[in-house]
């Protein structure tokens, strides 16, 4: 059959065909092109004698970090560099996330409050952090905010916070010998009070007797953290209280200048998309629902979080996840403000060894790394909201 | 029912004699009632955020009148504007404003509803700057003569409506009109690229931006749409990988890179930022008519099967316009996000406002002022992508889509 | 059917191949850097842009020590000093802008060292500025030499030997600190003033320039303790000697004419010199400029255009400037400095 009718119709004008043609054409014109490039660069890299390859991480990198979440010291390589700018990365990142949702949501519903003053001030917030660049809020930030605190002598003392210019100290945790221990019994537990309670709530519909299922669960779950103490005879972790030293904080946790700056700015920046997406998910509830909830005598908080907002967060998460994945591109402006991030780092590692497309392929494999694996935590979130749906 | 609220008491005419008189709900004290006291909780939000809001606002505005010294704004408002270009070429900028100012104005004789708010914006901001006290006499007379064209072409505009196709041409060609008048191109004298700074940096970067990436997006997004299985994947790589990293990459890579890859050929520094801030919109764009595109119901390429449209003027004459209307407030999302995006050159050393502005603060005169500067670049920036999200909003209502 | 799109397929990739062949082979003939600056009648120089004094904006145009280094290499190659387009770079970005052919030549406060005249491909072109890395504390602080500070939080710019020169000496000093990496100095000066860190380190020279650009500059003191050598001068793209050589010629010439005494002023009683030295110094004998590859009087005109190492050195750096720094180091050798320039011969 088919050998018959290609016969018939001469194979440039066979529907099958062209599409192919065509697809083959594309691809010979990407491959001149990308060889044209590659052939350049490579004559370029040449002449200048610099060799391709990735063996330069392995060599020492001289240069100190000033924030780091990891040992480093500035004997340790290159690669291990890297490694404090993508955790500093997602460290920013995780905090920016949590907060500018936090903020975001808190706006969002604020746009749709009843309260006049309410509604304009979230509007006015929305519009005015919206329609300016995040670069220059940036710098507003760190320069007419954050180093206008209080200098180190005068600092603010919050209880056991300590507020200046040279960052914000709090109370961190400090494990002790029984933390590993510790842990593992609230996973435990926490595992047990979840599934007993799903087990009773089953019970509670088929049988009709009221179960107590969420009494149940916490039970389980303090009954676990008792044995942990019990066993271990210990507290999960010390505080660790920060104190000021001469001209530095000693112990505690620091946010420092950098880090602050940027995480404000980008939790402002980001909350004001959030807020709008809230907003627009809300408002795409029909109002049939929120009618519906009223006429069951549903209180006004209740009809949020049990009707709305689970309706909600399916228009929701999508486009926040897009927005999660914008601020993590944008921590790559820290550099302007000094905090030692992934972009940061590897500005440095290429000042220095002069690799230049080595360092910028490495940049980009880490950001479409971390791009991956935040769309696809959210996507289990997303999964999740649809099967709660009918 | 156990309890009742006065509400359903009101229903019940009987009984309407023993409730009080219904809270007032007109008036001063009644809107009030209604909008900022309805309940204790509201009540006390009221006072908290007004309270909190009060002092801001205070703040702010014996900051900006007392405390801030804007002289650092109004000396170097050329340099902040239009950056190194030379003196005796301003004129050229003056005459394509010019330009532009009576093609705004037609658009607006004719066109009045959307165009109104965006000549409104124009028309105001160049009165105040007519108003201003420090600026030169020559400036003075090219602002009035800008407003007066405005003006006289919204008359002849609402006059004569059939000149509606050559506004239409003359937006078409507004855009090699503006590159020829601003780099001279060998007629005029060249003004290079370097010379190009301050916030007429940022608008032309951000117009090159927008316009280019609008058609390589909905290619994009075609391709990404398409059966052949090559293209579409070299489309969702490409998509994929430019959406996934930050715009510092992309601008460092056309500025440090590209004269690497391409050998001897010289590429421009702002060209390359162009080019850079245009691939780097259009993944952006693409996925924005790619959505537009999923939200075609079936039925539309269907019918245009039955009526014997090929698959070219289906996508061109069925498909695109539908989907492209759907997508209105995103596309112009994305255009706002690029604008403000164009700060980011400053990264790979170009003068735009930003750069210039952090620049001046350097200088001995200046130290400390660091806030009017930054200040001044928001405010510069929030007028014309607040007016650009007003526009998108009135286009969205007028088209009547959004709300589903 | 199948037949078919396999033999195109073989005969595209054919083609393709024959394609590359050819632009791979076109590469083999490129031109060097100083054709390409002579086509193009234009020097493409990377500088700093932020430093008083070196380099930075005044009244839309950039001038300062390094600005008018580039003037006299652009002087020298085109004969006229301003066609040259700046590209402002910040630390991290320069050797990346001068290895991808971004810029002809970077003359912007830049150290000599082994591995980036080794392993990062440039090439230097001698030392228009000796300095060394220097502290800058607040006035009213009791840190007098660096072992007092202990604990102390130190803004250094990222990407520069003073961040590796920093790490250097306190580990040998045994002082602990906090460094604080910025990516720019204003930002660095910024966080000095507000008291968000306690001392800022770059190169004397820099800080001298900072120094004289802050608002109370008379609440800062710049400690007397030296941490390294910071031969600054101009790199070029490596593997292209040409450049180099010009380069590094352009400024034995100014350094030269201060010797000999000629400025851009007396420049032209010179040219009728019976000195054979400046006769083949200024190109009214000889072929050095030939040699080079450029016109007979490229000295003549770096020198007519900018002016020698005295005049620049003093126009933007010396007792006239608010920096009013010493010549010092940067004297000729008969004044006790370290400036001595080969003979032109």
């Excluded at chain 2, 008491?9 to 809270?23: G, S």
């Excluded at chain 3, 020590?65 to 020298?76: I, L, N, P, S, T």
Aim: proline fraction near 4%.
């Amino acid at each position: 059959m088919k050998n018959e009718k290609s016969t018939a119709t001469p194979f440039w004008r066979d529907t099958r065909v062209i599409p192919i043609l065509l697809q083959i054409l594309f691809v010979v014109i990407v491959v001149i092109v990308g060889t044209f490039l590659f052939t350049n660069a490579m004559t370029g890299l040449d002449r200048l004698g610099i060799k391709f390859g990735f063996d330069f991480l392995s060599n020492t990198a001289f240069f100190d970090i000033g924030e780091k979440e990891i040992e480093y010291t500035p004997k340790d390589s290159y690669f291990r560099a890297y490694l404090v700018g993508i955790v500093n990365t997602i460290k920013v990142g995780i905090a920016g996330i949590i907060l500018a949702s936090i903020v975001g949501v808190l706006v969002g519903i604020s746009r749709l409050s009843n309260n006049w003053l309410v509604r304009k001030v979230s509007t006015i917030y929305v519009e005015i952090f919206r329609n300016t660049p995040l670069l220059v809020q940036i710098f507003i930030w760190y320069l007419a905010v954050i180093l206008q605190f209080p200098k180190i002598e005068e600092e603010m003392n919050l209880g056991p916070f300590f507020i200046s210019n040279r960052g914000t100290a709090l109370p961190w945790f400090d494990a002790t010998s029984g933390s590993l221990l510790w842990i593992i019994f609230s996973i435990v537990g926490l595992i047990a009070a979840v599934v007993i309670r799903s087990r009773l709530i089953n019970k509670q519909i088929e049988t009709g007797k009221i179960t107590h299922p969420g009494l149940w669960s916490i039970a389980v779950f303090i009954g676990t953290l008792l044995l942990a103490l019990l066993i271990t005879r210990s507290a999960p972790f010390t505080l660790d209280y920060p104190s000021i030293n001469g001209r530095l904080y000693e112990g505690g946790y620091t946010l420092t200048t950098g880090f602050q700056a940027m995480l404000l700015a980008l939790v402002v920046y980001t909350s004001t998309y959030i807020a709008e997406i809230v907003r627009g998910g809300i408002q795409a509830v029909s109002k049939g629902q929120v009618e519906a909830s009223k006429a069951l005598g549903l209180k006004n908080s209740t009809t949020m979080s049990k009707v709305i907002f689970p309706q909600a967060i399916r228009i929701i998460i999508p486009p926040v996840t897009s927005q999660y994945l914008n601020l993590i591109k944008n921590s790559s402006l820290a550099m302007a403000v000094g905090f030692p991030e992934l972009v940061y780092v590897s500005q440095t590692v290429l000042n220095q060894t002069g690799r230049a497309i080595e360092n910028i392929t490495l940049v980009i494999l880490v950001y479409l790394t971390l791009s991956v694996i935040t769309s696809i935590i959210m996507n289990i979130f997303n999964k999740k909201f649809q099967l709660v749906e009918r | 029912m156990p309890h009742m609220s006065s509400q359903a008491n009101l229903q019940q005419p009987q009984k309407r004699a023993e409730t009080p008189p219904p809270k007032t709900s007109v008036g001063v004290i009644g809107w009030l009632r209604q909008n900022l006291f309805s309940s204790w909780a509201n009540s006390l939000l009221t006072v908290i955020v007004g309270t909190a809001a009060f002092f801001l606002l205070k703040a702010i505005f014996t900051w900006v009148f007392f405390g801030a010294e804007w002289h650092v704004v109004s000396n170097e408002l050329n340099f902040l504007l239009i950056g190194r270009y030379p003196e005796e070429e301003v004129w050229r900028i003056w005459t394509l404003l010019l330009f532009f100012h009576a093609l705004l104005g037609l658009s607006w004789g004719f066109g009045k509803g959307i165009m109104n708010s965006i000549a409104y914006t124009i028309g105001g901001l160049l009165f105040i700057s007519m108003l201003l006290p420090f600026i030169e006499m020559s400036t003075r007379i090219w602002i009035i003569a800008n407003l007066a064209t405005l003006i006289s072409f919204f008359f002849i505009g609402h006059k004569f409506p059939k000149v509606k196709k050559i506004t239409f041409v003359g937006w078409f060609l507004s855009f090699p009109i503006v590159i020829f008048f601003i780099n001279g191109l060998g007629i005029l004298p060249n003004v290079s690229t370097n010379l190009w700074g301050g916030f007429m940096l940022n608008i032309l970067l951000a117009v090159v931006a927008i316009v280019c990436s609008f058609p390589l997006g909905i290619l994009l997004a075609l391709g990404r749409r398409s059966k052949l299985p090559i293209v579409k994947y070299f489309c969702v790589i490409y998509i994929e990988v430019i959406r996934g990293i930050p715009l510092i990459t992309v601008l460092f890579m056309a500025k440090f890179m590209l004269p690497l890859f391409t050998g001897g050929i010289e590429v421009d520094e702002v060209v390359g930022a162009m080019v850079a801030l245009t691939m780097f919109s259009a993944a952006y764009m693409a996925e924005n008519v790619r959505g537009g595109l999923q939200s075609l119901p079936r039925g539309q390429f269907e019918a245009s099967q039955a009526l014997g449209l090929n698959s070219t003027y289906t996508t061109v004459f069925v498909v695109l316009p539908q989907a492209l209307k759907a997508v209105i407030p995103a596309i112009v999302g994305q255009y706002i996000a690029i604008f403000k995006d164009t700060t980011l050159v400053l990264i790979i050393g170009l003068l735009d406002i930003l750069e210039i502005g952090l620049s001046m603060i350097a200088k001995p005169e200046y130290i400390g002022l660091d806030m009017e500067v930054l200040v001044f670049g928001a405010v510069v920036f929030f007028i014309f992508c607040y007016l650009m999200a007003h526009v998108s909003r009135r286009l969205e209502k007028s088209l009547s889509v959004g709300n589903r | 059917m199948k037949k078919s799109i396999l033999v195109l397929l073989s005969v595209f990739l054919l083609a393709s191949i024959a394609l590359v062949g050819c632009s791979s082979s076109e590469e083999s003939t490129e031109s060097s850097v100083l054709d390409q600056i002579k086509d193009r009648g234009v020097l493409n120089a990377g500088i700093n842009g932020e430093l008083p004094g070196f380099s930075y904006l005044d009244d839309g145009d950039y001038v300062g020590f390094d600005v008018d280094f580039a003037k006299a290499v652009a002087a020298a190659i085109l004969g006229d000093a301003n066609a040259v387009e700046y590209s402002p770079l910040t630390a991290s970005e320069r050797f990346t802008a001068l290895q991808t052919g971004a810029i002809d030549l970077l003359s912007r406060n830049t150290t000599w060292t082994t591995s980036r005249d080794v392993d990062l491909g440039l090439n230097f072109g001698g030392v228009t500025f000796y300095d060394g890395q220097g502290m800058m504390v607040r006035a009213d602080s009791d840190v007098n030499t660096l072992t007092d500070m202990n604990g102390m939080i130190i803004a250094v710019e990222t990407g520069t030997t003073t961040e590796l020169n920093l790490a250097d000496q306190m580990a040998k000093l045994g002082v602990s600190y906090q460094p604080q990496t910025f990516d720019n100095q204003e930002a660095a000066i910024a966080a000095l003033e507000a008291g968000s860190v306690d001392a800022f380190t770059t190169d004397k020279s820099g800080l001298v320039s900072r120094l004289s650009t802050m608002a109370d500059s008379d609440q800062y003191k710049i400690l007397d303790d030296t941490m390294s050598k910071e031969p600054l001068g101009p790199v070029v793209a490596g593997g292209d000697d040409k450049m180099a050589d010009l380069t590094r010629w352009v400024l034995n010439a100014l350094i030269q004419a201060e010797e000999l005494g000629i400025t851009s002023e007396n420049v032209d009683s010179f040219l009728s010199s019976d000195d054979p030295v400046i006769q083949r110094l200024l190109g009214t004998d000889g072929n050095l400029g030939e040699q080079l590859e450029v016109s007979s009087d490229f000295a003549y005109q770096a020198i007519k255009q900018v002016g020698n190492y005295g005049e620049i050195f003093e126009r933007h750096l010396g007792e006239g400037t608010v920096f009013n720094l010493d010549r010092g180091l940067n004297d000729l050798y008969t004044n006790g400095g370290l400036l001595y320039s080969p003979p032109f011969r």
